[in-house]
Nanobody
């Protein structure tokens, strides 16, 4: 069982920045490829960034060049630095295994970008 807790969301103006955090506890040895997902109202959840245990990263085209995923392995924490935010980035953001997500998702953290 893994518990995932996201934090760091908020309300920001377009062009602003936020840093999201994801704290994992439990059977974290099963996490070798972590992802940040987001779900906007009326839309499906989508993977926006991922990082492997080896440090390789991948980004959705919509966030490439603006978002950066990173991790502090010693702290079992993953981060998503979001710069130059746009109104279309408004969504609830979640972390989970990138390829085969755990069934149990965290509560997510709301990001709202005003124009």
């Amino acid at each position: 069982q893994v518990q995932l807790v996201e934090s760091g969301g908020g309300l920001v103006q377009a062009g602003g920045s936020l840093r999201l955090s994801c704290a994992a506890s439990g059977f974290i040895f099963s996490i070798n490829h972590m992802g940040w997902f987001r779900q906007a109202p009326g839309k499906q959840r989508e993977l926006v960034a991922s990082i492997t245990s080896g440090g390789s990263t991948n980004y959705a085209d919509a966030v490439k060049g603006r978002f950066t995923i990173s991790t502090e392995n010693a702290e079992n924490t993953w981060y998503l630095q979001m710069n130059n935010l746009k109104p279309e980035d408004t969504a609830v953001y979640y972390c989970n295994r990138a390829v085969v997500p755990f069934d149990l998702w965290g509560q997510g953290t709301q990001v709202t970008v005003s124009s």
